[in-house]
């Protein structure tokens, strides 16, 4: 059992692993063996790009040379995805400008709006 929140935890008989051909560092082994493993999870709960439409999460670590730790990245990836999953949003608190930022901004606004004024045939009129 892979322990997600205190409670919320997934067998690990639901995760189907499986090895695929690598890109990146192996030298002549890159050609040879398959050591990036590709982790399969099915939900129908959770959101993002790795879901496909069937609700199936897939995760493809190659970040190393060995079957084995490619198989323990994509699990901790996982993990850490349901995780961010599990915790809810922080609603967003709505704020207000400061009244100095206001002035602030429309100060600058005047000071440009005069320069290019001054740009203009006519002149500057005050």
């Known amino acids: 059992m892979l322990r997600i929140a205190r409670d919320f935890a997934i067998d690990e008989n639901d995760l189907d692993i499986s090895f695929v051909r690598a890109s990146g560092p192996g030298g002549q082994n890159v050609n040879k063996l398959s050591t990036a493993a590709q982790l399969r ?13 069937d609700g199936v999460i897939v995760i493809h670590a190659q970040r190393f040379r060995t079957q084995e730790r490619n198989r323990a990245d994509a699990i901790d990836r996982l993990v850490e995805l349901l995780r961010e ?3 809810p949003p922080v609603p967003r608190r709505p704020t207000k400008p400061t009244f100095g930022s206001k002035q602030r901004r429309l100060e600058g606004k005047k000071r440009r709006s005069d320069v290019k004024a001054k740009r203009r045939p ?3 009129e005050d």
């Open 85 to 87: 999953a599990v915790t």
């Open 41 to 53: 999870f099915d939900t129908g709960r959770l959101a993002g790009q790795r879901m496909t439409k």
């Open 122 to 124: 006519g002149g500057f």
